[in-house]
T-cell receptor
């Protein structure tokens, strides 16, 4: 497909488990973003990559959250020792260049921590 | 105070009605402004960018008032398919790519 692809769509984790969420951006898009969306709220910024460089990680809520994009394409968001408050939809977005601000979102991964 | 504030609604309107949503933002240095639409359990999708001169796309009109730090969206001749949550979005700092979202305004268009 031509859009941003995320997997898995749904993830149930036991508290304390580690999880890894994958994002495949639109082909050729330089910029990649991760957002967290709690129920009834708008998405909140987590981190931003330009190619393989992580230029902004100011939104990551704790050191349990880690993101990478080693080859400048696919990205993985990892959450270690998950807690109940991590339950949310994790959205990935990409944009074409390094200056354009229009971001295209994937369908998200819905994480439930029990 | 939230950085981007919206009335959560819901706005319940009949088909064919005109409805307006407002949004205020706190950072006067904000650079770019957008309205995104989000259907239930779906991803946000760009509806339109917002410019100081105002812009229109079919039944949708967006306005930006930088002096008052206020953004609006007007929907004319509402359709059932317009039912969704409308997110006001701001890029608040030059050089930062992060978008800041409001909590959204829910619209329900009724037959």
């Amino acid at each position: 497909g031509a859009g941003v692809s995320q997997s898995p769509r749904y993830k149930v984790a036991k508290r304390g488990q580690d999880v890894a969420l994958r994002c495949d951006p639109i082909s050729g898009h330089v910029s990649l973003f991760w957002y967290q969306q709690a129920l009834g709220q708008g998405p909140e910024f987590l981190t931003y990559f330009q190619n393989e460089a992580q230029l902004d990680k100011s939104g990551l809520p704790s050191d349990r959250f880690f993101a990478e994009r080693p080859e400048g394409s696919v990205s993985t968001l990892k959450i270690q020792r998950t807690q109940q408050e991590d339950s949310a939809v994790y959205l990935c977005a990409s944009s074409l260049g390094s200056r354009e601000n229009i971001q295209y979102f994937g369908a998200g991964t819905r994480l439930s921590v029990l | 105070r939230k950085e981007v504030e919206q009335d959560p609604g819901p706005f319940n309107v009949p088909e064919g009605a005109t409805v307006a949503f407002n949004c205020t933002y706190s950072n006067s240095a904000s650079q770019s402004f957008f309205w995104y639409r989000q259907d239930c359990r779906k991803e946000p999708k760009l509806l339109m960018s917002v410019y100081s001169s105002g812009n229109e796309d079919g039944r949708f009109t967006a306005q930006l008032n930088r002096a008052s730090q206020y953004i609006s969206l007007l929907i004319r001749d509402s359709k059932l398919s317009d039912s969704a949550t409308y997110l006001c979005v701001v890029n608040k700092e030059t050089g930062r790519r992060a978008l800041t979202f409001g909590s959204g305004t829910r619209l329900q268009v009724q037959p």
